[in-house]
Structure formats: C-alpha cells, structure tokens
Nanobody, 123 residues
C-alpha cells in the first residue's frame, strides 16, 4: 500500500484545513487508518484514527472537538478535517495504515506510512 498525503498549508489561527490521504491498491478497506504529526524538536504523536469499517474513530485529547477523521472507501481516501486551528497544531502530518487482521490499536504499530504534509498555523 502506498499512501499520498496532501492538503497541508499555511493558515491563520482559528482557520480550517482538510487533509487527504489517498491509498493505492485495492485493499484500502483492509486497513484501519491513522493520522500522526511531528513538530520540530518533538516526537511524533498520534492525532486521530479510524477503523477499517469507519465505524469507530479515536482522537488525541488535544484535538477532540476540533478535528474529524473520516474515510471514503470508494475513493481509497481518508480525511482529517481540522477546525479551530491553533499555532500548537503546526507540524508535519502523516497518514498511516494498520492491517485490520487484528483489533485496531490506534497508537500501535502501523504497516505503511505516507510522506507527510506540512501544516503551519500562524498566530
């Protein structure tokens, strides 16, 4: 599975962005998906996750109520809608795929990673 993330950019605090992650291949529905981010000088952190069916979603406390993860299996794409952005949300955002053979562990090991898309929030 190859993952291509897009949609990052520069936005003012309080603004919105929608990230997309498109997967190659015909097995997209076999993977639960996650979004992670890494700010300069910080470790990579979990942001949001969604099960292979789309039936369950998970969020980091720092983004609950502001970010929404969703997926469109017909388009092999997972989205991250980010509202009420803050300067602390500035980071390189990655999407990742976790094989759904086992129960989804949002903060566990992922099998595939995308290349990242930069989000910069100005104050």
């Amino acid at each position: 599975v190859q993952l291509q993330a897009s949609g990052g950019g520069l936005v003012q605090a309080g603004g919105s962005l929608r990230l997309s992650c498109t997967a190659s291949g015909r097995t997209f529905s076999s993977y639960s998906m996650g979004w992670f981010r890494q700010a300069p000088g910080k470790e990579r952190e979990f942001v949001a996750g969604i099960t292979w069916s789309g039936g369950s979603t998970y969020y980091a406390d720092s983004v609950k109520g502001r970010f929404t993860i969703s997926r469109d299996s017909a388009k092999n794409t997972v989205y991250l809608q980010m509202n009420s952005l803050k300067p602390d949300d500035t980071a390189l955002y990655y999407c990742a795929a976790q094989n759904a053979l086992r129960s989804y562990d949002p903060r566990g090991r992922y099998n595939y990673w995308g290349q990242g898309t930069q989000v910069t929030v100005s104050s």
